[in-house]
């Protein structure tokens, strides 16, 4: 099965420091990957939109000069969150679209996450 | 995309079936029911899908009412690794192909 993977899968940044996530997938080519971010106990938090070659689409409420996203090529993307504060302290997960295969059932195929602590 | 409503906690028997609820009383005739699972610190694994009829797959069972306007999530025997938070998404079949979670039901299986 299609399988996606996030580099690292955890992370402990300093107050101020940048920190940069990779999402991969492994066995087919993402036309479409999504970031999202998961507080303890909450639900998943779509944060934005990346299409292969072009930019992001952010969801409201989310700061794209703070969260920024390159999808340069059909198997990578990579969330940077850029001068990290504590409250920046998440689980990221991204989600990868298949888009050479047809059909609509497995169109998203997700990462195992990235923790990221920020002191 | 419409919202949908599940119970915050559900607790079941290891062995015996799990039936997860999903109230999706505004879904469009062109959105479907999605049912992804999340298990501890992990991404979400897909489990199922359908529009208008049941639909079953090697996990689980999908049973939507007439209306359309709740669906149920069997899971036939469940086991402790099915231990997780299981979500119900409607989603139009549009080019935008996002997923908005909702907040699920933790479902314990007990031994």
């Known amino acids: 099965g299609a399988v996606v993977s996030q580099h690292p899968s955890w992370v402990i940044c300093k107050s101020g420091t940048s920190v940069k996530i990779e999402c991969r997938s492994l066995d087919f080519q993402a036309t479409t990957m999504f970031w999202y971010r998961q507080f303890p106990k909450q639900s998943l938090m779509l944060m934005a939109t990346s299409n292969e070659g072009s930019k992001a689409t952010y969801e409201q409420g989310v700061e794209k000069d703070k969260f920024l996203i390159n999808h340069a090529s059909l198997t990578l993307s990579t969330l940077t969150v850029t001068s990290a504060h504590p409250e920046d302290s998440s689980f990221y997960i991204c989600?990868?679209?298949?888009?050479?295969?047809?059909?609509?059932?497995?169109?998203?195929?997700f990462g195992p996450g990235t923790r990221l602590t920020v002191t | 995309d419409a919202k949908t409503t599940q119970p915050t906690s559900m607790d079941c028997a290891e062995g015996r079936a799990a039936n997860l609820p999903c109230n999706h009383s505004?879904?469009?005739?062109?959105?479907?029911v999605y049912w992804y699972r999340q298990i501890h610190s992990q991404g979400p694994q897909y489990i199922i899908h359908g529009l208008k009829n049941n639909e079953t797959n090697e996990m689980a069972s999908l049973i939507i009412t007439e209306d359309r306007k709740s669906s149920t999530l069997i899971l036939p025997h469940a086991t402790l690794r099915d231990t997780a938070v299981y979500y119900c998404i409607v989603r139009v079949m549009d080019s935008s192909y996002k997923l908005i979670f909702g907040s699920g039901t933790r479902l314990l299986v007990r031994p």
């Open positions: 989600s990868a679209r298949d888009g050479t295969g047809g059909g609509w059932a497995y169109e998203q195929y």
């Open positions: 505004t879904i469009s005739g062109n959105e479907y």
